[in-house]
């Protein structure tokens, strides 16, 4: 996959519009699940993913192809998405009022759907579980458990992703399962 990812990115520099279009569309799903665990907001991570690209197509000549694609777009989005929750300030619970379905807007994401076949609604709940948990971890922990578990990152590209030292990526893994098995299991 790099070799095809560098002649992509080699024919992009050149010109070619629709090899940086491929470039996009392969690694497009991996960025925005990526940047949704980060922000943990659907909206802003589409435009996490958008702005990765941007940053992506602006400095693609910059880019070493002796390095990994996907490692380098998910260190754009991991300053894209810190750069975002710099700018945003937290939503009190207090705020949201049934003015105009904000609430019912807001709580949609929590509410399943009763249309669900039994297993899909287990699996559902399962990963709503893992998800809850997961979020009452530190940033820290929860973005090396998501490039470890969801992105199936090596920590020596995790490393490079989040620009630490391998061996605090590591330590980081073991203390964020440990946190992780506390809040499943108290």
């Known amino acids: 996959m790099d070799l095809i990812d560098n ?14 279009a491929e470039l996009v569309s392969r690694h497009l799903g ?10 943990r907001d659907e909206q802003d991570a589409e435009d996490i993913a958008q702005e990765t690209f941007v940053r992506a197509w602006k400095n693609l000549r910059k880019f070493d192809a002796s390095k990994n ?20 300030k937290p939503l009190a619970f207090s705020k949201i009022t049934d003015a105009e379905g904000e609430l019912e807007s ?5 509410v399943a759907s009763g249309e669900m076949p ?6 559902k709940l399962l990963k709503g579980d893992m998800d809850a948990a997961l979020a ?51």
């Open 106 to 110: 807001f709580l949609a994401p929590y």
């Open 118 to 123: 039994e297993e899909a609604m287990d699996q």
């Open 136 to 186: 009452k971890l530190p940033p820290a922990y929860r973005a090396v458990l998501a490039l470890r578990y969801n992105e199936h990152l090596k920590f020596r590209e995790i490393a490079e992703v989040l620009r630490e030292p391998i061996d605090t990526v590591k330590s980081k893994h073991r203390r964020g399962l440990a946190l992780l098995k506390n809040v499943l299991f108290p």
């Open 69 to 88: 694609l996907k490692t380098w777009l998910f260190t754009i989005a991991k300053n894209a998405s810190l750069d975002l929750l710099k700018k945003k």
């Open 30 to 39: 991996g960025v925005y699940k990526f940047a949704y665990r980060y922000v």
């Open 7 to 20: 002649q992509l990115i080699a024919e992009s520099i050149q010109g070619r519009e629709a090899a940086f």
